[in-house]
């Protein structure tokens, strides 16, 4: 027997920030997270293959711009955010 994503314990009430969200492994962590409660924060350099991802992902999550190569990005990535990040998750870059 192996690990899956129906091991997630509950994440109601935690903010989960991923980094590179709309494809590959950080769209499989977003929808996972997701399904189990987490508020996902989908971190994306381009917005339009970000929100097409969030489709996928449903729940409460959100797209925000950030590019990591930028710190001017990163910077207003970071003033943006309201409130506490449970989980970071840095997926891109």
Same mark, same amino acid.
């Given at each position: 027997?192996?690990?899956?994503?129906?091991?997630?314990?509950?994440?109601?009430? @935690? &903010?989960?920030?991923?980094?590179g969200a709309?494809?590959?492994?950080?769209?499989? $962590?977003?929808?996972?997270?997701? #399904?189990?409660?987490? #508020?996902?924060?989908? $971190?994306?350099?381009?917005?339009?293959?970000?929100? $097409?991802? @969030? /489709?996928? &992902?449903?729940?409460? /999550?959100?797209? @925000?711009?950030? *590019? &990591?190569?930028?710190? +001017? +990005? &990163?910077?207003?990535?970071?003033?943006?955010?309201?409130? #506490?990040? *449970?989980?970071?998750?840095?997926?891109? /870059?």
């Amino acid at each position: 027997m192996g690990w899956s994503t129906t091991d997630i314990p509950d994440q109601t009430g @935690r &903010v989960v920030v991923i980094t590179g969200a709309n494809s590959g492994i950080g769209l499989e $962590a977003a929808k996972a997270l997701s #399904r189990r409660g987490a #508020r996902v924060v989908m $971190a994306c350099r381009n917005l339009a293959k970000g929100e $097409a991802a @969030r /489709a996928e &992902v449903g729940g409460t /999550a959100e797209v @925000r711009e950030l *590019d &990591v190569s930028d710190l +001017s +990005s &990163v910077r207003a990535f970071a003033g943006g955010l309201d409130g #506490r990040i *449970d989980v970071l998750i840095n997926n891109a /870059a």
